[in-house]
T-cell receptor
Framework: GESVGLHLPTLSVQEGDNSIINCAYS??????FIWYKQESGKGPQFIID?????DKRQGQRVTVLLNKTVKHLSLQIAATQPGDSAVYFC???????????FGAGTRLAVHP | GAVVSQHPSWVICKSGTSVKIECRSL??????MFWYRQFPKQSLMLMAT?????????EQGVEKDKFLINHASLTLSTLTVTSAHPEDSSFYIC????????????FGSGTRLTVV
């Protein structure tokens, strides 16, 4: 596998606050990026995606920002709720290979 | 929406035995399926890419003779962990891609394998 096997960092936020989760990707040739949410014991759940020809995309309560210059992605969650508590992964796809490679992940803990 | 079913959701087996995990696309045909392994508190690591009707492509460091992958139909891929050992205990997750789109990745719910 190609993802980094590190212990997950944790982001703790208060309910109602905005959350920003960051991700550095590895391949400058990657042309498609996805954010996933994973709850304990479950498979990843799609949140939002962005192609390399964009630098921002918004969904419902979520925004993804892409900075290709520094190979950085961020996921912004507005008005964070307890149900948002999970592990969040960014994933990248390199053109022509279709392999989805996951980043290290961040655990989001939402406190009431 | 696209649904991927993975079975079993958990399995316990003895060292030295083999275990088969199934990944099915329920409402679409998947020309490509991916198998991942996830250890506790770590990310998903891609093990192999499974293409219908052809041999799987394994990632570096993954033993193809230990992790047998079969993708005999457009809706089913199987991963067999042969001669399992305790260090093979992990969470195994499959992902399927519809034939018409390279970017519609749908994940199964995962299989927790415990080797005792």
């Amino acid at each position: 596998g190609e993802s980094v096997g590190l212990h997950l960092p944790t982001l703790s936020v208060q309910e109602g606050d905005n959350s920003i989760i960051n991700c550095a990707y590895s391949n400058s040739a990657s042309d498609y990026f996805i954010w996933y949410k994973q709850e304990s014991g479950k498979g990843p759940q799609f949140i939002i995606d962005i192609r390399s020809n964009m630098d921002k995309r918004q969904g419902q309560r979520v925004t993804v920002l892409l900075n290709k210059t520094v190979k950085h992605l961020s996921l912004q969650i507005a008005a964070t709720q307890p149900g948002d508590s999970a592990v969040y992964f960014c994933a990248e796809i390199s053109g022509g290979y279709n392999k989805l490679i996951f980043g290290a992940g961040t655990r989001l803990a939402v406190h009431p | 929406g696209a649904v991927v079913s993975q079975h079993p959701s958990w399995v316990i087996c003895k060292s030295g035995t083999s275990v088969k995990i199934e990944c099915r696309s329920l409402d679409f045909q998947a020309t490509t399926m991916f198998w991942y392994r996830q250890f506790p508190k770590q990310s998903l690591m891609l093990m192999a890419t499974s293409n219908e009707g052809s041999k799987a492509t394994y990632e570096q460091g993954v033993e193809k003779d230990k992790f047998l992958i079969n993708h005999a139909s457009l809706t089913l891929s199987t991963l067999t962990v042969t001669s399992a050992h305790p260090e093979d205990s992990s969470f195994y997750i499959c992902s399927a891609v519809p034939g018409s789109s390279s970017y519609g990745y749908t994940f199964g719910s995962g299989t927790r394998l415990t080797v005792v």
